[in-house]
């Protein structure tokens, strides 16, 4: 089922079933346009001397009941237990997730507290007035740090799926074409150093896997961070997401010419976000010291999701400049998305020759 289909359906018949389900009667209720890549539909709902909220309509078949359970029952209780988070809601029946079928075809349907603020593009990537922009940098590292703590005490009723449940050799080799055999080496070479990886409670558990400025919302009066779409969320190294705030802060600096100057404010921004992160749990250094692998595996992330793109919606492989730049990177083991390397170029960032598939 197609995006736009699940969109006519949801306007003809589900939404009005979601109104009463979450009693959303009198609640102004729009389409936000999906992002590209997006998996869901999801609506705002707005009304005069009430809180804002956000319906998502889950459609694809690739994510289970169990799944999704897994993923608002974790939100929950970050929020329960302070985490800095868009609440899920509880709808009439009393459940976090409810099902709607409709021509044989499911829908998950969830409803979200929506997040204070604005995310930093709606603000033209500028902070607050006056406050020095290393604020923010902390923060998100500290926003980050309070859910990974609470992660480590976390014990699910309905358990999401772990990392090599999905970031497997079985499923790179089916996902990715024979073309690329140098990729699906790299990449399996890459997943065999991480099963030589420790998974201890301190090390290990359940993740945002997206944690990114997309996907929080900024209180420009306070500069609170709340945090939402958790779609992605599994059992992986915290790692995963401290490597993940790294690659979104190179967009920070990444028209600088001097190479040094951007290694220079690397540094200088990563340690700030851990000063954060730190203030909240703490990570072993041996683990610190494989930020170089991890940015790997967030490129590996990134490769994955545009050729599962791809897939869902039963377009061309085309490997474009963007995904050719993250291909070339991880077949030529060049390390940090190669932003210090001479591959990179600042003025066209993260841009590689296309390429045949």
């Not at 359970?69 to 939100?75: K, N, P, Q, R």
């Not at 409803?111 to 290393?134: C, D, H, Q, S, W």
């Not at 080496?185 to 896997?209: P, S, Y």
């Not at 929080?216 to 401290?242: A, H, K, P, Q, R």
Request: hydrophobic share 35%; proline share 2%.
């Amino acid at each position: 089922m197609t995006y736009n289909e699940v969109i006519k359906i949801a306007d003809t018949c589900l939404l009005p079933l979601v109104s009463e389900l979450y009693g959303l009667e009198g609640y102004e209720i729009s389409l936000i346009k999906p992002h590209a890549g997006g998996r869901n539909a999801v609506y705002s709902c707005i009304k005069e001397g009430a809180g804002a909220k956000i319906i998502r309509i889950a459609f694809l078949s690739d994510r289970s009941r169990e799944d999704l359970l897994g993923e608002v029952e974790y939100i929950r209780y970050l929020f329960e237990h302070g985490g800095s988070v868009s609440n899920v809601i509880t709808s009439r029946k009393g459940h976090l997730l409810e099902e709607i079928t409709h021509d044989k075809h499911t829908f998950f349907i969830c409803l979200f507290e929506k997040a204070r603020g604005k995310m930093l593009v709606e603000n033209n990537y500028r902070y607050r007035e006056g406050v020095p922009i290393t604020e923010y940098y902390y923060n998100s590292g500290k926003v980050l740090g309070k859910m990974h703590q609470l992660s480590k005490g976390y014990t699910p009723v309905h358990r999401r799926y772990s990392f090599f449940d999905k970031y497997n050799a079985e499923y790179i080799n089916q996902l990715i074409p024979d073309s690329l055999s140098l990729l699906k080496e790299k990449l399996a070479e890459l997943l065999r150093t991480l099963e030589g990886l420790d998974q201890n409670r301190e090390a290990f558990g359940m993740v945002h896997f997206d944690y990114s400025d997309g996907n929080y919302m900024i209180d420009f009066d306070n500069g609170e961070i709340t945090v939402f779409d958790f779609d992605n969320s599994c059992f992986c190294w915290y790692m995963y997401d401290l490597a993940n705030l790294w690659t979104h802060g190179v967009g920070w600096i990444h028209f600088e010419q001097d190479v040094d100057k951007r290694r220079k404010f690397m540094e200088d921004y990563f340690k700030t976000v851990l000063a954060g992160y730190s203030s909240e749990t703490r990570i072993e250094k041996s683990m610190l010291d494989k930020l170089p692998l991890f940015i790997q595996v967030v490129l590996m992330e990134n490769i994955v999701d545009e050729f599962e793109v791809m897939r869902n919606n039963e377009e061309e492989l085309v490997c474009g400049e963007e995904l050719s730049y993250s291909i070339k990177c991880m077949e030529d083991d060049i390390p940090y998305m190669g932003f210090f390397h001479e591959i990179y170029s600042c003025e066209e960032p993260f841009e590689y020759e296309e390429r045949d598939i």
